[in-house]
């Protein structure tokens, strides 16, 4: 199917009729990564607890019992590692709205970092072959904004229609607010 111009300026002017003052704020994406992204972690940690368990299997006949106790530390260490890997995925929000992107993730300590969408320029997504699989890949948005010029989103889920959705919002939130974009060098 081809879009055309009046296809293009109709999706944007159905995103930018909820950023009048008396519309709310369309929310289009508020949840945690996928668990999925961590799946690689989780394979090298299954992967080293095998080894350790090798090792052990063929220490076996030596009188000292420090190869066990070295597993046994190792399985733990893994096991945290892996504890908190799940955490910080579990404890990151990302929210996308029509206004702005924002991201809260920590499990110590807690991060709230936004970025208003008019200042958003390009939106790239990034799957792997074992990403698409599993249905997610990685949003990379690159804004106009001083402390936060490149976001990576990973484990979103539906990232090439999110892509989509936010190039629209960020060029209806220019339009409502009469901002020209305007590059300078590199974003």
Not at 56 to 71: D, E, G, I, Q, R
Not at 107 to 114: C, H, L
Not at 155 to 171: F, H, P, Q, S
Request: glycine letters at 6%.
């Amino acid at each position: 199917m081809k879009r055309t111009d009046h296809d293009f300026r109709s999706n944007v002017r159905t995103i930018a009729n909820p950023l009048l003052i008396d519309h709310p704020t369309v929310v289009e994406f508020l949840r945690s990564p996928s668990w999925a992204v961590n799946r690689p972690f989780y394979l090298k940690c299954t992967l080293a607890l095998i080894v350790g368990l090798a090792v052990v299997w063929k220490s076996a006949a030596w009188p000292t019992l420090v190869p066990l106790f070295l597993l046994m530390a190792g399985t733990v260490g893994i096991a945290i590692a892996v504890g908190l890997r799940a955490a910080t995925t579990a404890q990151t929000q990302i929210v996308i709205d029509s206004v702005r992107m924002t991201m809260r993730y920590g499990v110590f300590s807690r991060r709230v970092a936004s970025v208003e969408m008019y200042r958003v320029q390009n939106v790239e997504c990034v799957s792997s072959w074992w990403e698409r699989l599993m249905g997610f890949g990685t949003l990379v948005v690159e804004s106009s904004d001083v402390n936060h010029p490149r976001w990576t989103l990973r484990g979103m889920t539906d990232v090439e229609a999110l892509r989509e959705w936010m190039n629209l919002a960020a060029i209806a939130r220019r339009d409502a607010k009469g901002i020209r974009e305007v590059n300078m060098g590199r974003v």
